[in-house]
C-alpha cells in the first residue's frame, strides 16, 4: 500500500490566494489571462496587497512554480498576461 506524498507549501499557497477560475492558464490569449486573475484581485477576500500587486504576485509565482518545466511558449504568454495586467490597471 502506497502513502501519499503530502502537498508542497506551494500548492496550498496557490489554492488559498486568489479564486481564478479552472482553466485560466490553459488560455492561450494573455488578455484573457490577465483580466481573469485581474476579476480574482478585486474580488479576492484572501488577498494581503493592492488588487494590482496581488495579481502581478499571481502571475509571477505562477511562472516561478512552472520553474524549467514550464514550457517556453506557456512562459511567453504568460509574460505576455503581465504587460495586459499592467495595460488593465494603467500602470504602463
Request: glycine content about 4%.
Given at each position: 500500500?502506497?502513502?501519499?506524498?503530502?502537498?508542497?507549501?506551494?500548492a496550498h499557497v496557490i489554492s488559498d490566494s486568489l479564486k481564478v477560475p479552472p482553466g485560466t492558464f490553459v488560455s492561450k490569449d494573455p488578455r484573457r489571462i490577465a483580466?481573469?486573475?485581474?476579476?480574482?484581485?478585486?474580488?479576492?477576500?484572501?488577498?494581503?496587497?493592492?488588487?494590482?500587486?496581488?495579481?502581478?504576485?499571481?502571475?509571477?509565482?505562477?511562472?516561478?512554480?512552472?520553474?524549467?518545466?514550464?514550457?517556453?511558449?506557456?512562459?511567453?504568454?504568460?509574460?505576455?498576461?503581465?504587460?495586459?495586467?499592467?495595460?488593465?490597471?494603467?500602470?504602463?
Amino acid at each position: 500500500m502506497k502513502t501519499r506524498k503530502p502537498l508542497q507549501w506551494s500548492a496550498h499557497v496557490i489554492s488559498d490566494s486568489l479564486k481564478v477560475p479552472p482553466g485560466t492558464f490553459v488560455s492561450k490569449d494573455p488578455r484573457r489571462i490577465a483580466r481573469a486573475v485581474k476579476a480574482a484581485a478585486e474580488r479576492g477576500p484572501h488577498r494581503r496587497e493592492r488588487p494590482y500587486a496581488s495579481a502581478m504576485s499571481y502571475l509571477c509565482f505562477y511562472l516561478n512554480r512552472g520553474g524549467r518545466n514550464l514550457p517556453a511558449a506557456r512562459r511567453r504568454i504568460v509574460e505576455r498576461a503581465k504587460t495586459e495586467l499592467r495595460a488593465l490597471f494603467k500602470r504602463e
